[in-house]
């Protein structure tokens, strides 16, 4: 069974430009989640899809946005990047959502912004 | 609200010796429990779970954890350390109601030869 697919893995942006990344989860799973992973923050929670609808939100700025499409894979989307949103960003998926905590995770997206 | 303590941002063992990482959670309600592990360049893999069952939980690769709710602990241990366990771990709770994870910051374990 193929796990969780996030593309792309690196990825160079400038301050002010836009980025958009991609999860492909688990074949069945409704539930998408995503986090930022930096050394100073930790873990940090940005949202979760279940069945195309967001069902949290974490503490982030509005410019993190994220979708998800009827086959639930998940994109989020940033825009006006800053040096701060570099990070590792992180993709899981699920069965029945983010409080079973049990979550698949990608490889990761890793983001440098210059 | 909940959250989660992790002692430690670095431990180093030694091969063979036992490997003990904290976790202490504060929660409202009872709690659900879990391990990760993130390995370099990699996502992070579910070691083990708590989910108001037996209090001793076991998991993949020799690693188990203990709830203990009158210290709100739940510790991480492995008998005999590998160098394979070279990997960081994350504590992480749940709530029924609450949908949404909160992870630890997470400990790096070192393994010595």
């Known amino acids: 069974k193929a796990g969780v697919t996030q593309t792309p893995r690196y990825l160079i942006k400038t301050r002010g430009q836009q980025v958009t990344l991609s999860c492909s989860p688990i074949?069945?799973?409704?539930?998408v989640s995503w986090y930022q992973q930096t050394p100073g923050q930790g873990l940090q929670f940005l949202f979760e899809?279940?069945?195309?609808?967001?069902?949290n939100k974490g503490n982030f700025p509005g410019r993190f946005s994220g979708r998800q499409f009827s086959n639930s894979r998940s994109e989020m989307n940033v825009s006006t990047l800053e040096l701060g949103d570099s990070a590792l960003y992180l993709c899981?998926?699920?069965?029945?959502?983010?409080?079973?905590?049990?979550?698949?995770f990608g490889e990761g997206s890793r983001l440098t912004v210059l | 609200a909940q959250s989660v303590t992790q002692l430690g941002s670095h431990v180093s063992v030694s091969e063979g010796a036992l490997v003990l990482l904290r976790c202490n959670y504060s929660?409202?309600?009872?709690?659900?429990l879990f391990w990760y592990v993130q390995y370099p360049n990699q996502g992070l893999q579910l070691l083990l779970k708590?989910?108001?069952?037996?209090?001793l939980v076991k998991g993949i690769n020799g690693f188990e954890a203990e709830f203990k709710k009158s210290e709100t602990s739940f510790h991480l241990t492995k008998p005999s350390a590998h160098m394979s366990d070279a990997a960081e771990y994350f504590c992480?709770?749940?709530?029924?109601?609450?949908?949404?994870?909160?992870f630890g910051t997470g400990t790096r374990l070192t393994i010595i030869p």
């Open positions: 074949s069945g799973h409704r539930s």
């Open positions: 708590y989910t108001s069952a037996a209090t």
């Open positions: 929660s409202s309600v009872p709690p659900y």
């Open positions: 899981a998926s699920s069965l029945y959502g983010t409080n079973t905590g049990e979550l698949f």
């Open positions: 992480a709770v749940s709530e029924v109601g609450n949908e949404k994870l909160t």
């Open positions: 899809y279940f069945s195309e609808t967001q069902r």
